[in-house]
């Protein structure tokens, strides 16, 4: 008997999927023989949207800084030499408003760029250690940039900018990283800049060379990183830094020396970022050949980058290996600091440059300090880690105030040696008083009371750990510090070697006029109040910092 044709076709039609949505992706997948399903109710049932959604409100900070980074470039295109100025004036107002952005991010509750299928886990999230590290990157870059509104007309404004935003969005993209990938990426946005940056003064043989080895030992620790990165991958299987704590938990035993092998790649190629020795060499000769405000921007947000992608991979990552991370940052800790006093000690007065070179040695000890929370936290808690911030966010402050006046002095001073400091009180004494400030902040003495706090607060944390040792090497490489901070604060109230019945000290004749005292650029006197102010109100409320130190930042 032949099948009556309507009848065929109206049975097809019943069994035909729904059209889906415009814009709505559905797997098309084909119903089995013999069942009564139909393909588009197999693909809502058993297949999850690819789909994702964008919280852009959580990414708006560093995304801000990288569209004004773009706009800076572009424009300069247009502008005339004369009106250059506003393009400085352009990169103050976005930083300015990446910081503003961040107020309704304070809740710190915002993940976006998340999987959809299997286990929850984004590869951007906004929580409380984000957003503070957002704020020091940001309001570092925002400090860089008042230093460099009156230093740039010898250099070429456009790319300077442009640079300087470019490595400010990669920093300020770093803390939110959760997975591997998203984090070397932002680590080289922010690194990359820099390199270019610490070059931009063309002709000068000094910033070539300091950018050539910056560039190239950078390189180096970049691929042993991501070596490290693949051998952790190759062993978990995944990049998200979450997952990778669970699955390392459970590595197969023929995986396990592969796995301890790209834990530890990756620990080197942060220490490098963070300038611990003995991955450290490169930081006196690029800060002296960097442009001055480069160098105050390496101290502090290079510095928060490498510290923040350390405690990630650490904290977060290779919480099973802490038995491997532990004690290795705990001699990392204790090397650098201890390298870093003892060179600053070392620095003559009459050597050029050596202002800026004690600076860096200088950082280089106070990296020491901030891994000691971090080796901390592998012996007791995550909780540990608010330490390191709340010391990250003193030194942040105070070093800053200290390149600001070095800025000063450097415009009477292009040798800016220490012994050009002397009797700084007799011509400035608003920026003598500011720099002593900063030093007795960096020493932990009174009246930097924030300074002493926060060292306070990285002691207890080796000795709540069970470090004593590191304690006790701490508390010595203390004491070589004052030598070095306080010989530089009682110069700046000595006779200035100018003074009315001096003589030179080898001519025996009466020493020459001093310079002529000019009116300081208000961009440099701005961020130079900006520093003071910020540390005498975190000196007499510390607990505005210090509470980062007794609390959970993930």
Known sequence: MTADPGAAAATLLAQAPAPTAPGTLLAQVPAAPGTGATAGSLAAADVPSLVQSIDWLAIAP????????????????????????????????????????????????????????????????????????????????????????????????????????????GAALLPAARDLATLVVALEVASLPAFALVGIKRGDRRSSEAALKFFLSSVVATAVMLLGVSFVYASTGTLHLTELAARLDDVAPVLDTLAKTGVALTLVGFAFKTAAAPFHFWVPDTYVGAPLPIAAYLSVVGKAVGFSGLILVTVVAFPSYADVWGPALAVLAALTMTVGNVAAVRQGADRARSAVRLLAWSSVAQAGYLLVPIA?????????????????????????????????????????????????????????????????????????IIGLFAKVTVFSAAVDAGLGWLAVVMAVNVVIALYYYLQWTASLFRTPDGAPGTVAADTGEPAAARPRRFRAPTPLTTAIVLTGVAGILLSGAPQTVLRFAAVNLF
């Not at 007309?153 to 470019?166: D, T, V």
């Open 376 to 448: 901390a936290a592998a012996y007791s808690s995550d909780e540990q880690i608010g330490s390191t911030v709340a010391y990250a966010l003193m030194y942040a402050v105070v070093n800053l105030g200290a390149f600001a006046v070095a800025a000063l002095v450097s415009r009477t001073h292009p040798g800016n040696r220490l012994s050009d400091y002397r009797g700084l009180y007799a011509t400035r004494p608003l920026a003598a008083l500011a720099l002593g400030f900063f030093l007795l902040c960096l020493a932990g003495l009174p009246p930097g």
């Open 62 to 169: 560093p995304t801000l800084v990288a569209l004004a980074a773009v706009a800076v470039l572009v424009a300069d295109l247009f502008l005339p030499a004369p009106r250059k100025r506003l393009l400085g004036h352009g990169a103050l107002t976005a930083l300015g408003a990446a910081l503003a952005l961040l107020i309704p991010l304070r809740t710190g509750d915002r993940s976006t760029f998340c999987v959809t299928t299997g286990a929850q886990a984004c590869s951007y999230t906004v929580d409380h250690f984000t957003v503070v590290i957002q704020a020091l990157v940001l309001g570092g870059a925002f400090l860089t940039v008042l230093l460099s509104l009156d230093d740039t007309r010898k250099l070429p404004a456009g790319e300077y900018w442009f640079l300087l935003l470019a490595s400010a969005s």
